[in-house]
C-alpha cells in the first residue's frame, strides 16, 4: 500500500507562484510512477503532469506546459509541482497519485492507483 499527502497550496495571485510537495511513504517510492492531476469546482478531474521513476521522463497536460515543473527527489520519497504564471481558472483542488511500474518508461493513459487526499489552489484574479 501506499499513502500520500499533498502539502503547499494556498492563495496566490494570478500570475503568481505555488510550489506543492507529494509526500509518499509505503510503498518502495522509486519503483512507483507519479502523477499531478486537479480537480475545479464542477468540472471533471483533469490530468497536469506525471513523471517516471526515476524522472528521466516527464509529460504535461497541454494546458500547463512551459509554466508548471513536475520533479522528485527519490530519497526524500517526495514530489513536487513548481506552478508559475497561474491562471484563475487553475483554481481547484490538486491530487498527486501513483502507480507501481517496472519499467522506468511513462504511459499516459495509464490507470494511477493510489491518490492522495487532495490540496486546494486557489488563484484570485
Known amino acids: 500500500q501506499v499513502h500520500l499527502v499533498e502539502s503547499g497550496g494556498g492563495l496566490v495571485q494570478a500570475r503568481g507562484s505555488l510550489r506543492l510537495s507529494c509526500a509518499v511513504s509505503g510503498r518502495t517510492f522509486s519503483s512507483v510512477v507519479m502523477g499531478w492531476f486537479r480537480q475545479a469546482p464542477g468540472k471533471a478531474r483533469e490530468f497536469v503532469a506525471a513523471i517516471s521513476r526515476t524522472g528521466s521522463s516527464t509529460y504535461y497536460g497541454d494546458s500547463v506546459k512551459g509554466r508548471f515543473t513536475i520533479a522528485r527527489d527519490n530519497a526524500k520519497n517526495t514530489m513536487y509541482l513548481q506552478m508559475n504564471s497561474l491562471k484563475p481558472e487553475e483554481t481547484g483542488v490538486y491530487y498527486c497519485?501513483?502507480?507501481?511500474?517496472?519499467?522506468?518508461?511513462?504511459?499516459?493513459?495509464?490507470?494511477?492507483?493510489?491518490w492522495g487526499q487532495g490540496t486546494q489552489v486557489t488563484v484570485s484574479s
Open positions: 497519485a501513483g502507480y507501481y511500474s517496472a519499467y522506468d518508461v511513462l504511459a499516459p493513459a495509464a490507470k494511477y492507483d493510489y
